[in-house]
């Protein structure tokens, strides 16, 4: 691996009582930064990789993202929306503001338990729209299992497929496709 990525900040979220649907709306405040490390520089002929210059790559950002969940007896529908400003972003011709959209589906009473505790089927989509400096989308789509309660502990087995940009801000311009499996302990 020859870039890695930091990432703090923080958020607040909103969360007003309902009934049959819940409204969140979550406002975060976010640093990321790309770097290449020496994974990318040819000791041998003393010259960058692919001739991939570094690029000080910085987005500090703030975003407003609203939330609304519909509860349904057999399954639960979640979709959101939301933008984000950047104050400071390198190369200067990234843009400033993006958007970000998604959607999610899990079910509730559907299937009963197993080994003794709920379990949900999920397909969830997240598209990103960024300006690097053209605007380009960048969708992220899952869907598996979760065993334990949705919103509690549990683990969660997926696929999933990624169409975009990719992930390590170094290579900010770079567009990617593929696909993968895996597994993540959700811990409340």
């Known amino acids: 691996m020859d870039a890695v990525d930091g990432f703090f900040g923080g958020h607040i979220v909103y969360a007003p009582p309902g009934e049959d649907g819940r409204l969140l709306i979550r406002l975060r405040l976010l640093h990321i930064s790309g770097h290449l490390i020496d994974g990318h ?3 041998i002929t003393m010259q960058w990789k692919d001739n991939k210059l570094p690029i000080p790559y910085t987005r500090d950002f703030g975003e407003l993202t609203g939330l609304f969940t519909w509860r349904g007896r057999i399954a639960d529908l979640s979709a959101y929306t939301g933008f984000s400003y950047a104050t400071l972003v390198r190369p200067t011709d990234l843009a400033r503001w993006a958007t970000l959209h998604g959607v999610e589906l899990h079910t509730t009473g559907l299937l009963g338990p197993a080994a003794g505790k709920p379990f949900s089927l999920y397909a969830a989509d997240n598209l990103a729209v960024t300006g690097i400096p053209a605007w380009y989308g960048t969708n992220n789509l899952e869907f598996g299992v979760k065993f334990g309660e949705w919103n509690g502990t549990g683990i969660r087995f997926y696929g999933s497929y990624y169409h975009g940009l990719e992930v ?5 311009y770079v567009r990617t496709d593929q696909w993968g499996l895996g ?3 959700d811990a409340w």
């Not at 390590?168 to 900010?172: A, D, L, N, R």
Request: proline content about 0%; cysteine-free.
């Open 183 to 185: 597994f993540a302990f």
């Open 41 to 43: 520089w040819d000791h």
């Open 168 to 172: 390590f801000s170094q290579y900010y």
